[in-house]
């Protein structure tokens, strides 16, 4: 009897315990997802409840933004709190060749004008830092940036790879005229840059002191002797070895070999 009293007593005097939600993490913003890419936690960061300003800026301003963030430069770690609250004002306020400089030692002429032409979609870390190398390097590359009407990733990237010894206005033009892309010319230069490692210094010379260059590339691949075969071969089924046994050979059978585009292709593709 005791004991049943306790029980009620207890049930009696002991607190219900109130159920406690737990509040949902707030959702996160698809359009500062969109405008800021990669940079996003950064963004919201260093804006959070004003967020709206970061928007609101021009593209050449955000694009700024994101290209001293990708700079690396401990000057623009937002991590932290302090940081972050140190930064907005710093952003906010600052003159553009400043804050561009202080990112990455200087601030290259045209540098403010390239990120006005970048669009409104973010780009990436890689790719600020090569527009900044290219315009650092100067030369025909940082001039036809400056004066591009649009500024794609592939010629920022085809221009930070190639050779100082390549850019020449024959060849950038070539570009700029869309009588060869991009890519095609990022190749070109990925190219060049191996011939320099893996031939004679006097091979890598002879191309850079060519009036065609693009030919010269082509010229030094196809006129080499071929890789060694994967199997020796035997006496009636003998491996070739060269272009010109190749191109004989397509003579004899009146093949598409015949053909020096051809020729050249099947070529390149054992250089």
């Not at 607190?15 to 405008?35: T, Y």
């Not at 570009?175 to 011939?195: E, K, P, Y």
Request: proline fraction near 8%; glycine fraction near 8%; charged fraction near 20%.
């Amino acid at each position: 009897m005791h004991d049943q009293l306790a029980d009620a007593t207890a049930a009696v005097v002991a607190p219900k315990r109130r159920k406690v939600r737990k509040a949902a993490p707030p959702a996160s913003n698809s359009v500062v997802e969109l405008v800021a890419g990669p940079y996003v936690k950064a963004v919201n960061r260093i804006w959070g409840a004003k967020v709206g300003e970061y928007l609101s800026a021009p593209d050449a301003r955000r694009h700024l933004w994101h290209a001293c963030f990708a700079s690396g430069h401990p000057s623009f770690r937002w991590q932290t709190a302090a940081a972050a609250t140190r930064l907005y004002d710093r952003l906010t306020y600052a003159p553009g060749k400043e804050l561009a400089a202080q990112a990455y030692g200087d601030c290259p002429p045209g540098l403010l004008r390239c990120l006005g032409r970048l669009g409104a979609e973010p780009r990436s870390g890689y790719t600020y830092r090569a527009l900044v190398q290219v315009l650092q390097r100067g030369g025909p590359c940082a001039k036809a940036l400056v004066h591009a009407a649009e500024i794609p990733n592939e010629l920022i990237h085809a221009f930070a790879t190639l050779p100082a010894g390549m850019a020449s206005k024959r060849t950038i033009g070539l570009v700029m005229r869309g009588q060869l892309s991009a890519g095609d010319l990022a190749t070109f230069g990925w190219t060049v840059s191996r011939i320099r490692k893996i031939r004679d210094p006097e091979a890598y010379e002879n191309v850079l002191r060519s009036t065609d260059p693009m030919n010269a590339v082509v010229q030094l691949l196809t006129d080499g002797e071929f890789p060694p075969p994967p199997w020796p071969g035997t006496n009636l089924l003998r491996p070739i070895t060269s272009r010109a046994q190749l191109q004989r050979i397509g003579a004899e059978l009146r093949n598409c070999l015949e053909t020096p585009a051809w020729l050249t292709r099947s070529v390149l593709k054992l250089a």
